[in-house]
Each structure stands twice: as C-alpha cells, then as structure tokens.
C-alpha cells in the first residue's frame, strides 16, 4: 500500500488509528503504553518510513473505537504530527 511518501503493508479493516510522526525513537512505545494503560489492545501495528522528511505513518489496528479523550492523549505526545480514528 503507498499513502503519499510512505510505503507499507496494510489491513485496512476495523478500527485503526492513522498516524503521523516525527522518527524518532520511543514514539511506537508512547503508543503502546497510552493504549495499554487505557486497555485497548493492539491487534497489528504496521509503519511506513519517509527517510528524506524524517517522518513515520502507521497504521494502528486496535480491538475497539477508542474515545476522544483518548486520541486527544494520542495527538499530544512528544513528535506526533497528527491521529485519526478509521473504521472501517
């Protein structure tokens, strides 16, 4: 699947979190531990890298929708440039 800039391998299916990021190290355990410590679990994690801009898109398939306090915790981590929730 290629998304601007970014190539990767994909499901695009349920609900998932798109994101953008700065690349640097800790952002994927930011992730990890916010939707941990909110029990919501990771079901895949797939990541694209775009080298010459320095940035990183993933796709983030969870179990369940998250809520907007959530993806508000999720977009003001250190380096994330932007978080939506897909369903589909």
Do not use: Y
């Not at 798109?18 to 797939?46: A, C, W, Y």
């Amino acid at each position: 699947m290629q998304i601007d800039n970014f190539s990767l391998e994909a499901v695009p299916e349920g609900n998932i979190l798109f994101t953008r990021n700065e690349d640097k190290p800790g952002v994927i355990g930011s992730f990890g531990m916010l939707l941990g410590k909110n029990k919501i679990n990771i079901s895949r994690f797939q990541l694209g890298l775009d080298s010459k801009k320095g940035e990183a898109l993933a796709l983030i398939n969870i179990d369940q929708p998250i809520n907007d306090d959530i993806l508000q915790e999720l977009s003001k981590l250190p380096h994330v440039i932007m978080v939506k929730q897909l369903l589909l």
